[in-house]
């Protein structure tokens, strides 16, 4: 029965944050906010609300093993798992300013987690805690990063906001007939699924976890990090058949900035997080992962199915080592 309850936890998460999603966006076109704030601000929450409520309430239930464990392996699974099979599916044409601009914040916040989360190890005690101070600076981090792009993208497409916001009522010609009341109460619904989904996925896996006698990270790293990022691969996945590779490449560079930044800021902030020694090697794999990645979209600006294959072996091989690894 748990298992049944961990399935039922993230079909609400996932239906539940693309409620949320889709009426939160609708209400900002309907208030005539623009399309690069929606981007930025609700879509970007919305697709990392599984990650953000799961980590909350393991946070509060003190399992710092597995909130690490679910960003850490949440993030290794976007960028080597989803992408590889977003490649195979159709090379990715990767954008300048990703490769420019998000693939080197996404390899800050990848050390700068390394050096949070590290300081004591390197000491010798073999053991950590994100603190609250760690936290705020996570999301002074998330911060920075948004009013970086938002200004860079304000300079670079202001004279094209009016004719986007006409083009998407074009693409959704239903939009501005939605009445105020149903969208609100999708709204809800859609915030109360995630927020229900995410305590019966914490709760069954950690049930699970116990069973089987697996450690929170592990489970954090496998059963949490894969569902949680069900948005993004469903997401990355119908892009690229779409033909819409770039937008997939975005997707998953900034779903790993926003799960460290945004999503252990807040977690930690909330409650201060123990993690154990064992994250240190998962955490040194995820930076790796992203040095690959940002060579590879350097090189040309292109990712072929045969790198797309070699990431998705490159999961394989981890899945199997943190299994075994127990």
Do not use: C
Not at 60 to 85: F, K, P, Q, Y
Not at 263 to 285: C, E, K, N, Q, R
Request: overall charge negative; cysteine-free; charged content about 10%.
């Amino acid at each position: 029965m748990t298992y049944i309850w961990l399935v039922v936890g993230f079909v609400l998460l996932i239906k539940g944050a693309d409620w949320f999603v889709d009426s939160a966006s609708t209400i900002a076109r309907k208030l005539s906010i623009s399309p690069i704030v929606i981007g930025l601000t609700i879509v970007a929450f919305g697709t990392s609300a599984p990650e953000v409520v799961v980590n909350i309430i393991a946070a509060l239930e003190g399992n710092g093993d597995m909130v690490v464990g679910n960003v850490v392996g949440s993030n290794i699974a976007n960028i080597t798992l989803i992408l590889g099979l977003t490649a195979l599916v159709s090379p990715i044409v990767v954008e300048r300013s990703i490769a420019n601009r998000d693939m080197i914040f996404a390899l800050g916040s990848v050390f700068l987690l390394l050096i949070l989360v590290g300081e004591r190890w390197f000491g010798g005690s073999g053991e950590s805690m994100l603190t609250r101070l760690d936290g705020l600076i996570f999301l002074l981090g998330m911060a920075f990063y948004m009013f970086y792009v938002f200004m860079k993208a304000r300079r670079t497409r202001v004279a094209t906001l009016d004719e986007e916001l006409r083009l998407t009522e074009a693409r959704e010609p239903g939009t501005a007939s939605r009445g105020w009341a149903s969208l609100i109460i999708v709204l809800i619904v859609g915030l109360a699924g995630i927020i229900l989904g995410g305590e019966l996925v914490v709760s069954s896996a950690t049930e699970i976890a116990i069973a089987l006698g697996m450690s929170q990270a592990l489970v954090g790293l496998t059963i949490v990090a894969i569902g949680t990022s069900l948005p993004e691969m469903v997401t990355s996945i119908m892009a690229a058949v779409k033909g819409e590779t770039d937008m997939a490449m975005g997707n998953l560079v900034g779903s790993g900035i926003f799960n460290i930044l945004l999503v252990l800021g807040l977690s930690a902030t909330v409650a201060p997080l123990a993690v154990s020694s064992v994250i240190i090697i998962d955490i040194f794999v995820m930076i790796a992962a992203t040095i690959l990645v940002f060579v590879m979209s350097k090189s040309s600006y292109h990712l072929n199915r045969v790198e797309g294959g070699f990431l998705f072996a490159i999961y394989i091989v981890y899945l199997v080592y943190i299994i075994m690894r127990g």
